[in-house]
């Protein structure tokens, strides 16, 4: 029995990838967007707030990534009737708002996105172009 394990992470070409194809995806619709990216566990690893994004967006867009990330599924999926509690069980941390994705690669969980500043469809528009830009399984 050994004492660690293989873990996949993301680079940072990847990051700057994602966040490049996430402004890209947002200035092509013509909505400023706050993207958020977090490894497995829900820490930043790349953030991006565009000129002209609201900028109480940036909490919701973490929320989202951290979301994703935390039950493995889009943010859309955490249970309506757990939403409130779970919210302010986590200070916010968690949500069922569209626009948090998991980052998965070859089936492994790497990460989470997060996108705010648009409506839903929006939001999770720019999330999907980020994880096409690295070639991530699809949602």
Same mark, same amino acid.
Request: a neutral charge; zero cysteines; hydrophobic letters at 55%.
């Given at each position: 029995? @050994? $004492?660690t394990e293989e873990a996949r992470v993301l680079? =940072? /070409? /990847?990051?700057?990838t994602m966040l =490049?194809? @996430?402004c890209a995806m947002a200035q092509e619709m013509g909505q400023p967007q706050c993207l958020v990216i977090v490894d497995a566990s829900g820490v930043d690893l790349g953030v991006m707030r565009m000129h002209g994004?609201? $900028?109480l967006a940036?909490?919701?867009a973490r929320a989202k990534a951290q979301?994703? /990330?935390s039950t493995r599924?889009?943010?859309t999926n955490l249970p309506e009737g757990v939403r409130v509690a779970v919210a302010l069980a986590t200070d916010g941390a968690l949500t069922g708002?569209? @626009?948090g994705l998991p980052i998965r690669m070859e089936g492994v969980l790497v990460g989470g996105i997060g996108v705010g500043s648009g409506s839903g469809a929006q939001d999770i528009e720019v999330a999907e172009a980020m994880l096409a830009a690295i070639g991530a399984d699809k949602v």
């Open positions: 029995m @050994g $004492f680079n =940072d /070409a /990847a990051i700057l =490049d194809a @996430g994004a609201k $900028f940036m909490r919701s979301t994703a /990330a599924a889009p943010s708002l569209a @626009g």
